[in-house]
């Protein structure tokens, strides 16, 4: 079982940055490929980026290429997204989920509450 648990969302201007976090329960973290989901009002949940295990692999939605930056410190249990050029169009609920496999961008095992981003223009 694996615990997930979001911060660093807010308000934020068009055009600035924030950088979530994900901290994770359990001794095996390492083992589990990670990514961040969206979710805007009225609006399907949607993939953002994963990262494999170890780190060594990524992934992103073409809507964030470029101004999305995941990693994780395995150390710490931890996942972040570096969100920077942030528009309006990113104001969602951003969820953190794990998967005990490679990454993928749809089939998650567990996920966090959530944390809201809004961005202002």
């Known amino acids: 079982q694996v615990q997930l648990v979001e911060s660093g969302g807010g308000l934020v201007q068009a055009g600035g940055s924030l950088r979530l976090s994900c901290a994770a329960s359990?001794?095996?973290?390492?083992?589990?490929?990670m990514a961040w989901f969206r979710q805007a009002p009225g609006k399907e949940r949607e993939f953002v980026s994963a990262?494999?295990?170890?780190?060594?692999?990524?992934s992103y939605a073409g809507s964030v290429e470029g101004r999305f930056a995941i990693s994780r410190d395995n150390t710490k249990n931890t996942v972040y997204l570096q969100m920077n050029s942030l528009k309006p169009e990113d104001t969602a609920v951003y969820y953190c989920?794990?998967?005990?496999?490679?990454?993928?961008?749809?089939?998650?095992?567990?996920w966090g509450q959530g944390t809201q981003v809004t961005v202002s223009s």
């Open positions: 989920a794990a998967r005990l496999a490679t990454m993928d961008p749809a089939n998650y095992d567990y």
């Open positions: 990262i494999s295990s170890t780190g060594g692999s990524t």
């Open positions: 359990g001794r095996t973290f390492s083992s589990y490929a």
